[in-house]
């Protein structure tokens, strides 16, 4: 990957979790690579597409710059990979027992974010919140 291109992150701009993360790894990003999208907003899921709403909505996806598309586990390997500090542990990461494990870990904070690290408000009266909805059925 050439150093001008970026990483297209598409995660919930909502979830504490996913805004949290980001907070924690924008400032390694010393070389601008990463361009972080709030899939949300419905410009940047037609940005997504073909992917939908609701499998973006189960986990982080990563749009390479040569076309590939990742998610969950391999994306955030994909993400240390171009943090000059971080890039060092994915060889680590990538090794196959590990890279196992780390799918399916992140698959159960992935499946639990908001059990785990709360809605953000509004949410109605019922418990129903706009986040659980798809933007286009608002």
Known sequence: MNDSAKIEIFTDGECPL?????????????????????????EVLEMAAPRAYEELNSEMHAHMPDGRWLKGYPAWLEVLRVLPKWRWVTPVLSLPGITSLGGVLYRWLADRRFTLFGVPPPCSPDGVCALHKNPRQL
Request: proline share 8%; aromatic share 16%.
């Open 18 to 42: 996913c805004k949290w993360m980001r907070a924690r790894v924008e400032p390694f990003d010393t070389r601008n690579r990463l361009r972080w999208l709030n899939f949300r907003d419905p």
